[in-house]
């Protein structure tokens, strides 16, 4: 199974980008990009602060067609609270990358809750970044290959807390279609403590692309043909009902 998306590319890691996009659909809340995927278990929206996010994004060249993309998304609020917890990141993607998860091993979930992330076969490991907390903290993630139930997708893991999230691949809906066609949908589910009252992040980083070797050619999870301009956004929903979705173009040779 080929998945054909979006990825990064250049000849080092990419820093000659565009300025961040206006969120799609300024003053209007922006469609939900991968709706017929898994699905949260409802809540009601709560009282909280307005985020405040940005994205950037830097691409980095491997060997043969390979890249690794590297979101970075910031978030505070204008009273310089803490942001709103998240309900769901959706990950989007340029039209020029694609996909091969079938290429790399794959790590199941019950494997990490068992025996942890060390226990996952090797090269199974296609990504990982840094999470920060309000106050300044910072946490290792780890992304590896698996499979949700009958769809390809990635388990994101963080080793201090044990928490272990799920995203799917999904085809994007159609008024993304123009410059995406996959997306990465990442639910954060429910926990016991009231939406409110749930820690938001100040930034996240999240890499994804690794590189392997198929009948002696290099092959990436993540390739790309195509030089000059890729486009990338982060569509998410918040506790307080917020959606946002800030975008950005990065140039690449």
Known sequence: MRLRALLLVTAATITTALPAAVPAGAGTTPPDPAPGGPQRPYEPDVNGPQNLDTLSVSVTRHAGRSVTVGFDRRSRTASGVMPAAPRRFVFLFDRSLTFHPEAFPTCARSVIET????????GSRIGGGIGTAYDGRESPVLAFNTWVGALRGLLVVLPESG???EQTFERVSGPYRDRYRWALDEIVPPTPAPPEQRAGTSRFRLSFGAT???RGRPVGFVETTRGGKLGFGLWSEFVTGQV???????LTP
């Open 115 to 122: 025996s942890g992330p060390d226990a996952c076969p090797a």
């Open 163 to 165: 928490v272990v999230l």
């Open 244 to 250: 946002v979705l800030p975008e950005w173009q990065t």
């Open 212 to 214: 392997t070797r198929d």
